[in-house]
Nanobody, 123 residues
Framework: QVQLVEFGGGLVQAGGSLRLSCAAS????????MGWFRQAPGKDREFVAS????????YYGDSVKGRFTVSRDNAKTTASLQMNSLKPEDTAVYYC????????????????WGQGTQVTVSS
């Protein structure tokens, strides 16, 4: 199994950038696909991005496409989310997740979750 810890959240002004990281512990990190989700107060958990175990395939939610980039470093057992051109609407708790089944945009396809990290974008 995998344990995940997110870090890198914080307060940033609109238009700024922030990089989130997810540190994973596990014996076979590369076999897991990684996903990023976010949840704002009063809203459902939203798919942000995902990346296959090899890093070859990536998906992005419509609201972040072109602004966010997901990556991973299997040697360091980390996944990252580079967030550029941030908007106040991006304010949420961001979660990283890992799964071994079919990689989709659905949260229930992921098996392991981090504790979340707060991202706040001020206008």
């Amino acid at each position: 199994q995998v344990q995940l810890v997110e870090f890198g959240g914080g307060l940033v002004q609109a238009g700024g950038s922030l990089r989130l990281s997810c540190a994973a512990s596990g014996r076979t990190f590369s076999v897991y696909y990684m996903g990023w989700f976010r949840q704002a107060p009063g809203k459902d958990r939203e798919f942000v991005a995902s990346i296959s175990g090899s890093g070859i395939t990536t998906y992005y939610g419509d609201s972040v496409k072109g602004r966010f980039t997901v990556s991973r470093d299997n040697a360091k057992t980390t996944a990252s989310l580079q967030m550029n051109s941030l908007k106040p609407e991006d304010t949420a708790v961001y979660y990283c997740a890992a799964g071994r089944r079919l990689m989709t945009k659905q949260a229930n396809t992921y098996d392991y979750w981090g504790q979340g990290t707060q991202v706040t974008v001020s206008s």
